[in-house]
């Protein structure tokens, strides 16, 4: 079946700018992840989704950062007067069954340059 | 707090020679899930592995095999007659069952770098 896909691929976007992010998870899948991954560096957790709970928030690095998912389907992360700081991959991971056992399906990412 | 450490930075090896990758993490959670994912040139992460706390059975899959010691909190990742299509960056992650569960916490990844 279908993986986890992004979009869009690429973004680049000026300093102040609000940029959307979206994810569509594996279908069935009740976990759904974001990352931020800057260049060559490893994976910094953002935001995390599991059914109808509440997200877990902890991560985002600021209340620039905000994303909401739909049920148990698609996800938009959204920047807010976004700073160059910003510029970074941004991955989507979704998972199933019981939260914390199980592996992440990544999509391949958004790649987001603030000019 | 859980925290995965992956002390080697960047390998470079030679095609055919075995190599191993650390992983050593710390958690206080008697239940935990290891992982290891590879993400490749190409920049999409995939899964390789999944270890429960409670089987430290090690296992082998064709040149890959993993190394689970709960007594040194080590994950170890070996690659064995390396070949350059396994060239990538290699992330072991770790999630609790109860602290932070479903928060998985990665490691800074390692570079293998395999030479032909």
């Known amino acids: 079946g279908a993986g986890v896909s992004q979009s869009p691929s690429n973004k680049v976007t000026e300093k102040g700018k609000d940029v959307e992010l979206r994810c569509d998870p594996i279908?069935?899948?009740?976990?759904l992840y974001w990352y931020r991954q800057r260049l060559g560096q490893g994976l910094e957790f953002l935001i995390y989704?599991?059914?109808?709970?509440?997200?877990?928030k902890s991560g985002l690095p600021s209340d620039r950062f905000s994303a909401e998912r739909t049920g148990e389907s698609v996800s938009t992360l959204t920047i807010q007067r976004t700073q160059q700081e910003d510029s970074a991959v941004y991955l989507c991971?979704?998972?199933?069954?019981?939260?914390?056992?199980?592996?992440?399906?990544f999509g391949p990412g958004t790649r987001l340059t603030v000019t | 707090a859980q925290k995965v450490t992956q002390a080697q930075t960047e390998i470079s090896v030679v095609e055919k020679e075995d190599v191993t990758l650390d992983c050593v993490y710390e958690?206080?959670?008697?239940?935990?899930?290891l992982f290891w994912y590879k993400q490749p040139p190409s920049g999409e992460l995939v899964f390789l592995i999944r270890r429960n706390s409670f089987d430290e059975q090690n296992e082998i899959s064709g040149r890959y095999s993993w190394n689970f010691q709960k007594s040194t909190s080590s994950f170890n990742f070996t690659i064995t007659a390396s070949q350059v299509v396994d060239s990538a960056v290699y992330f072991c992650?770790?999630?609790?069952?109860?602290?932070?569960?479903?928060?998985?916490?990665f490691g800074d990844g390692t570079t293998l770098t395999v030479k032909p």
């Open positions: 992650a770790l999630s609790e069952a109860y602290t932070n569960a479903g928060k998985s916490t």
């Open positions: 991971a979704s998972s199933s069954g019981v939260r914390y056992s199980y592996e992440q399906y």
């Open positions: 958690t206080r959670d008697t239940t935990y899930y």
């Open positions: 279908s069935g899948h009740t976990a």
């Open positions: 989704f599991q059914g109808n709970s509440a997200p877990d």
